[in-house]
């Protein structure tokens, strides 16, 4: 079974128990020590490798134009909005707000009229390693606001000394421009995910849309193993993980076109998945507290992989979305009952065309710009440890294997074809 990015380390590392402790403190999701660990790599052992720069990305400028945030807008019923860069000391509304001393920010994004009744007067755009040791990106999305002493930082909610609760319906789009590392696979902590990868030259650019969704927090990760644990809280959040296919912890499956999406709200133990050569399954694990912090309502999920056309010949053998619905099983293991209301669901996306007309001949050329993506659902299930496998059909296997060993390389090359 080949694995693609282990995102838990091991328990009683000193690394997880400092990383326990920062959470219990400021209130940050236990999901940056369970995104992290080893990925199976791919390169040669003396492939030279990339490493991302250690510091928060700034704004891009004249002077940085790599590794830098270009663009961030906030997305509002009222429409979209430019986000405005505000440097701390400098105020946006006048509002002052209760904020973490210990995470202070050197200002935040805004916009004329932003409404500070949200409990927050924008947001702190975090891009950067999701700790000291790693190449793997976090994309956060804080609220901030100035405190007391006028300095930004990351805003608390009072009642439960965690994290104030992003404003459900605010969209955030955040356009990153890279460097010599090319992105594998997103993994959203959102309600609704949107990402999209360009060039500029040769400098990949991300753009990554979101909205936030309800996560429940534990004070310790001991909350997400059993049907017992209660969330010390459950604001709305929205971050993401970048996985590089060329960084020090690179995505472990070749050839891939890097545009495999996956979300969830179960933060506790969220995988990227594992792929069995042998049965062509995917499987995958996400995990929260059972309970909400009221002890009695429980807490219930979602884990959603969106798999272009071309990954899914490599991994399924599957090269025509219309049968993915009727070759696929969907799967879920979970312990007291967290499987009964759980719906399951295989969607396809249609093909993004762009049409162009040449100016001489009058001639129309349709070209696809963006492929059809194989959407797997589970939702609705209980936490605290659902297993979710996704798998070719044991009656079906036979032929589909066949078929997936005859298209990797080919479609290796048409993946390789289309990042250039």
Known sequence: ????????????????????????????????????????????????????????????????????????????????????????????????????DKVPYAGRFTYDGFDVARGYDGVYVRVGPANEYTDTMMLAIEPAGPGATGQVGRVKDEVTGKVRSLAADMGVRVVVRLGALKPAITIGVTNTAEVNKTLDGEIPVLSFTGYPVPVAIQNSSKDCVDETGIAAAKPYQLYALVVFENGRDP???????????????????????????????????????????????????????????????????????????????????????????VEKRVAVTKPVMKTETDPKTKKKTTTEIKPSNIVISFTNFQFSSPKMTVKIKASKLSQFKKVQKSLVNSYRGKNAKNKK
């Open 1 to 100: 079974m080949r694995k693609f990015v282990v995102l838990e380390y091991a328990s009683g590392l000193t690394w997880g128990d400092y990383m326990e402790k920062i959470v219990r403190r400021i209130g940050w999701p236990f999901v940056v020590t369970a995104f992290l660990g080893l990925a199976v790599s791919t390169q040669a052992a003396n492939a030279a490798v990339e490493i991302l720069p250690r510091a928060d990305f700034p704004m891009c400028s004249a002077e940085r134009m790599t590794y830098c945030i270009s663009e961030v807008t906030f997305i509002e019923l009222a429409g979209e909005k430019a986000g405005l860069w505000v440097p701390t000391g400098t105020s946006a509304t006048g509002a002052v707000f209760p904020t973490f």
């Open 251 to 341: 995505f472990g499956i070749p050839g891939l076109s890097g545009d495999i999406l996956l979300s969830s709200n179960g933060t506790c133990k969220i995988t990227s998945p594992t792929w069995s050569a042998e049965t062509l399954a995917f499987s995958f694990t996400a995990a929260s507290p059972h309970f909400a912090p009221d002890g009695t309502t429980v807490n219930r999920g979602f884990y959603r992989a969106s798999i272009p056309i071309n990954d899914a010949a490599m991994l399924f053998g599957i090269t025509d979305p219309k049968v993915a619905a009727t070759a696929l099983d969907l799967i879920l293991e979970d312990t007291e009952m967290g499987s009964v209301s």
